[in-house]
């Protein structure tokens, strides 16, 4: 039986065959050099994960491409052979299946240790392969090289996706820390630098080591960062609508400067009406803090700097706002003290009223007790304590009357209550 690869026919075809896998390689080849993600490994430094896949697939295309060399010189060579005859006779035909369908292709030398080649044996081992399996091992070359770069590319293009944005933000920040007038000795340089080295460092690991993104610190990193300039932006965000109210922050702290004075002639006034009325200890008046707040409202401003100044107009809102509680907790207190002065009054003449109907307004104890309250609340200065000692001793003698026989449950409801 005739074997049809060795007719010429079938060898024409066959080497038509090669010559359009050979321009089909070749294109493919370009095709992957341009690639974005073997540009990204090949024309850069690749580290980490990604420089360790890469020296492997790197490897594997320099032998993809030396397999190439040796498939286009095979086909080459059985193109010249070819064009030798219109005709081919027995040795061109020979010829054409020796280089298209045996063993051509030397693809590796091995020396062979002296024991294991005896006396007569070649030095070396040559080993050879025909043109389908050298294109079957160029296809598994080629189709790690070309996913690696595939991976890389998409893995780059999402990871400044991701940092992008945040790198528009800190130019942004830099933008308006600049309109801000803010300096090398302000803390929102150095955030902004700190910022910075790591934008950067992210920056470039994208280009150097994509695939690290998917092992997940990249990620912390980024949001790290996205955190850090998203708190920097708001900063600097308060720092501008502060500028932009100055003027009326400013005239408001002189207001409020004003407004302790009229708190603390007020809280005077009523610590002295209830030192005039009211014996006992007093709520103390916080010290004057006017003429230390108004130089400090001076230094904000004359200061430079819009972070300085914002500090210290920040500083000097949370003191007024202090000073002003503290004269009016010292104005609540004296006033709470005359209050309770008249709530004891009520009390007493509520309890008066009850021992009237009860029956036991004339009695000696009560008289008692009724001379003695009038004594401490109406004179002056009231002693509170005593006053609500003998209130409660008043309370107290009317509640027995509560349990005698015949008292109504109406009566003896008024005297247990306040």
Partial sequence: MIDDRRSATWLDAELTRREDAESR??????DLERHPGHVLLSDGTPTGTTGRRWAVAREALSGLWRDFAAYRSIVRAARAVRERRGRPGERELAELHRLLVEPSVEI???????????????????????LDGLAERMERAFAEVSRLAVEADAAHTAFLGELVPVLERLTEARRRAAALGIGPGDAETTTLADLDDRAAALHRLAATDPLARDAGTPAVELAALAT????LADRLDRLVAQRDRWDADVHAARRALAELGRLRAEAEDALARAAELVAGPLPELPADERAALRAALDRVERASGWPVRAAGLTGLQVALAAAADGLRTAHRLAAGLLERRDELRGRFSAFAARAARLGRAEDPEVLELDERLRRLLWTTPCDLVAATQ????????LAPAAGQPG???????????P
């Fill in 25 to 30: 390689m070749s294109a493919a080849l370009l």
């Fill in 108 to 130: 590796a030398r091995t020396a062979v240790a002296l024991p294991e080649r005896g006396l007569t044996g070649a030095p070396e081992r040559v080993e050879v392969i025909a």
């Fill in 228 to 231: 850090g300039t998203r708190e």
């Fill in 390 to 397: 003998a209130l409660a001793a008043y309370r107290r003698h």
């Fill in 407 to 417: 008292m109504s449950r109406t009566a003896s409801e008024e005297v247990d209550a």
